[in-house]
Every structure is written in C-alpha cells, then in structure tokens.
C-alpha cells in the first residue's frame, strides 16, 4: 500500500517538472522576440532619418523641375 502514494507523488512530480520546462522554453522564447523589438526600436530613429534624407532630396528634385516648368512656360509665352 505504501508504494502507492510514493508512485503518484512521482507521477505528479514529473508532470510538473514537463510543465516548468514548457514554461521555461517559452520565457526564453519571449526573451528572444523581446530582444529582436528592442533592436527594431532601436534601429527606428536611423530609419526615420534616412526616409528624411530621401525627403528632403526629393523636394530638391520636385524644386528643379519646378524652375525648368517656369522656363518653358516663359520660353512658349504661355505664362498667365
């Protein structure tokens, strides 16, 4: 009668020992994708300024056909 209760006392040890190990690989599965945001965020600030860059060249650009725009319109007399 006493190996009984010794048995299911280790069925349920067992069962919770898979459990924490469930557990743990899923903490270090969010560690991970914590860290993979964390290095997103931080390349965030870099990223913002290169789309800046590519703003502000092509205004540049939008600027330049805007002042060939005038010339022709000017050179064909068809300015208001």
Same mark, same amino acid.
Request: proline share 2%; glycine share 4%.
């Given at each position: 009668?006493?190996?009984?209760?010794?048995?299911? %006392?280790?069925?349920?040890?067992?069962?919770?020992?898979?459990?924490?190990?469930?557990? %743990?690989?899923?903490?270090?599965? @969010?560690?991970?994708?914590?860290?993979?945001?964390?290095?997103?965020?931080?390349?965030?600030?870099?990223?913002?300024?290169?789309?800046?860059?590519?703003?502000?060249? @092509?205004?540049?650009?939008?600027?330049?056909?805007?002042?060939? @725009?005038?010339?022709?319109?000017?050179?064909?007399? %068809?300015?208001?």
């Amino acid at each position: 009668m006493s190996d009984q209760p010794e048995n299911l %006392i280790l069925v349920y040890l067992r069962r919770l020992d898979a459990k924490m190990d469930r557990i %743990i690989e899923d903490v270090q599965d @969010l560690k991970r994708r914590v860290t993979s945001l964390e290095n997103a965020v931080a390349r965030l600030p870099h990223f913002m300024g290169d789309l800046r860059t590519d703003y502000a060249g @092509l205004q540049l650009r939008i600027d330049r056909i805007e002042g060939r @725009l005038d010339r022709i319109e000017k050179r064909l007399d %068809i300015v208001e």
